[in-house]
Every structure is written in structure tokens, then in C-alpha cells.
């Protein structure tokens, strides 16, 4: 499965962003995606990840009650609803998917979307 992610762009402190990522030439509605990203000079970091069906999804404690994942099986795409961005939310979003079951270790995920920069300013 190839996966593009977009939406990212540059956002003062408090405003929202919605990244996609966009899933072609597989069964997206079979596997779980995740949500990584990776700040300037750090390790990629979990951010959200939900089921094949999106019935549960999980969050990094530093976005929990911020972020929103979902997901929308028509158009084969899942979504990063992020409201109060900080400046520390700065970073590339990577998407990923993995078939089967959700995780929040990026070493589980087979595919990757090539990354969206999201910068929030103070």
C-alpha cells in the first residue's frame, strides 16, 4: 500500500490543522494506521494510532485531549484533526500502516507516507 500524507503548513500557537493520508493500491479498511512524527535533532515519536475498523483509537499522552485521529473507509483515507498546537507539536507527521491490529511502535509498521511539516509558531 502507498500512503501520501498532506495538510501540513505553518500555524501560529492555539490554531488547529488537519493532516490527511491519503491510501492507494491496497485494502486500506484491512490495516491499522498510525500517526509518528519526528522533531528537528529527535527520535520519530508515537502520536495516535487507531484500528482497521477506527472503532478504538490511542493517543500519545502529550496529545491526548488535543488530537483527533479518524478515518474514512470510502475514500481510503485517515485524518489528524489537531487543535491547540503548541510550538513542541513542531515537526514532519508521518503516516504510517501496518495489516491488522493498531501499534504505537513505528518498528511494527510495514508502510510509510513521506511526511508532512507541521510548524507552529509562538
Known amino acids: 500500500v502507498q500512503l501520501q500524507a498532506s495538510g501540513g503548513g505553518l500555524v501560529q500557537a492555539g490554531g488547529s490543522l488537519r493532516l490527511s493520508c491519503a491510501a492507494s493500491g491496497g485494502t486500506f479498511s484491512a490495516y491499522g494506521v498510525g500517526w509518528f512524527r519526528q522533531a528537528p535533532g529527535k527520535e520519530r515519536e508515537f502520536v495516535a494510532t487507531t484500528r482497521p475498523s477506527g472503532a478504538s483509537t490511542f493517543y500519545a499522552d502529550s496529545v491526548q485531549g488535543r488530537f483527533t485521529m479518524s478515518r474514512d473507509h470510502a475514500k481510503n483515507t485517515a485524518y489528524l484533526q489537531m487543535n491547540s498546537l503548541k510550538p513542541e507539536d513542531t515537526a514532519v507527521y508521518y503516516c504510517?500502516?501496518?495489516?491488522?491490529?493498531?501499534?504505537?511502535?513505528?518498528?511494527?509498521?510495514?508502510?510509510w507516507g513521506q511526511g508532512t511539516l507541521v510548524t507552529v509558531s509562538s
Open positions: 504510517a500502516a501496518r495489516p491488522g491490529a493498531l501499534a504505537s511502535e513505528a518498528s511494527m509498521y510495514d508502510y
